[in-house]
């Protein structure tokens, strides 16, 4: 009787988690289509634009590496922005004075950052994402200070709204605009690694998964992997929004009916098998691999630890 009772709170809990998934799906779709209203395009269009055009009016693009990329060269480029304004505003045409060695306009490249002079007292930051080894999409920030001295604030972007800029822009933007930067990048590599993780497994495996739903970030993720002998649910947490791998993991097996039935015979201490079960294995390689991988590698051992937790009546 616990047993069953223990089975039935737990139908509760999941489909609780299934309606609460469902409400994030709908929310996404709507959000989605949000987001995709011509004055996001607009937005996005024309700082892409200003971005090429301040590119191609640069007269040379630096690479740097490692410690190149420092707060002194921030400083330079914040003063070449301000520097040049002063000169626009002093000559009131920015083609009556010839340009100089000083007047120079510099691209900087950082990894998948791109860092160029706008207009006016602004700097852009082009980020450019990727996932494995192929371009996905590129990110704009803007930012901008009213004098040399005073703190950089985010102008404009074009940052998914569901990634937190403006709680990174209060943390370190003031104190820390060179890791402010960085990190603005490692969370949209980040948000489209595990977008693109989850696009994968679909793409190769979606007949074999029964449901999945994922938060907008893609820090929550769960899944149903429908397999003849039993259900295994699959729950997966980012805490970190610049993780690429889940630090919370749950696999959770749970037997059929037709299975449990044909078995009674062969592993009488069943009755007192928990349910569901764990299956330790999974969630090891799901915290060590990428998604496709991890996903794989369970339903290549599937059958085996299934073999041995129901008929061993010995836990996983």
């Known amino acids: 009787m616990g047993e069953v009772n223990f089975m039935q709170e737990e139908d509760i809990r999941l489909e609780t988690t299934r309606a609460r998934f469902a409400n994030v799906v709908k929310r996404h779709a709507q959000l989605t289509e949000r987001l995709s209203r011509d004055s996001d395009k607009m937005i996005f269009e024309r700082l892409q634009k200003e971005f090429e055009a301040a590119r191609a009016s640069q007269s040379q693009e630096i690479n740097l590496d490692g410690e190149q990329w420092n707060d002194g060269l921030l400083a330079t480029v914040r003063e070449q922005v ?3 304004a002063d000169r626009k505003t002093t000559s009131g045409d920015a083609n009556d004075m010839p ?3 000083f007047q120079e306009k510099v691209t900087y490249r950082v990894g998948n950052k791109v860092i160029c002079c706008l207009e006016g007292t602004r700097i852009g930051i082009l980020y450019e994402t990727s ?4 371009p996905c999409e590129l990110y704009h920030c803007v930012l901008e200070s009213k004098s040399f001295l005073e703190k950089m604030t985010v102008l404009e972007h074009t940052i998914p709204f569901f990634l937190p800029i403006r709680e990174v822009e209060n943390d370190l933007l003031s104190s820390n605009a060179m890791r402010f930067i960085d990190h603005i990048g490692e969370l949209l590599q980040a948000y489209v690694d595990r977008r693109e993780q989850v696009r994968l497994v679909k793409e190769l495996y979606g007949n074999q998964i029964g449901e999945l739903y994922h938060s907008l970030p893609y820090h929550m993720i769960e899944f149903v992997l429908e397999d003849s002998d039993c259900k295994v649910t699959v729950s997966l947490r980012y805490p970190d929004l610049v993780s690429v791998l889940p630090t919370r993991v749950k ?15 062969s592993a009488g201490a069943m009755g007192s098998q928990p ?3 764990r299956l330790s294995y999974a969630e090891d390689a799901l915290r060590t691999m990428s998604l496709p991988e991890a996903y794989a590698e369970i339903v290549l051992n599937l059958q085996q630890a299934l073999q041995q937790m129901f008929q061993g009546g010995s836990p996983c």
Not at 131 to 134: K, L, T, W
Request: proline residues 7%.
């Open 131 to 134: 996932f494995a080894g192929e």
């Open 275 to 277: 349910i569901p079960a």
């Open 251 to 265: 696999v959770l097996a749970w037997p059929m009916h037709q299975y449990k039935k044909s078995h009674t015979s």
């Open 82 to 84: 301000h520097m040049e």
């Open 99 to 101: 340009t100089s060695h």
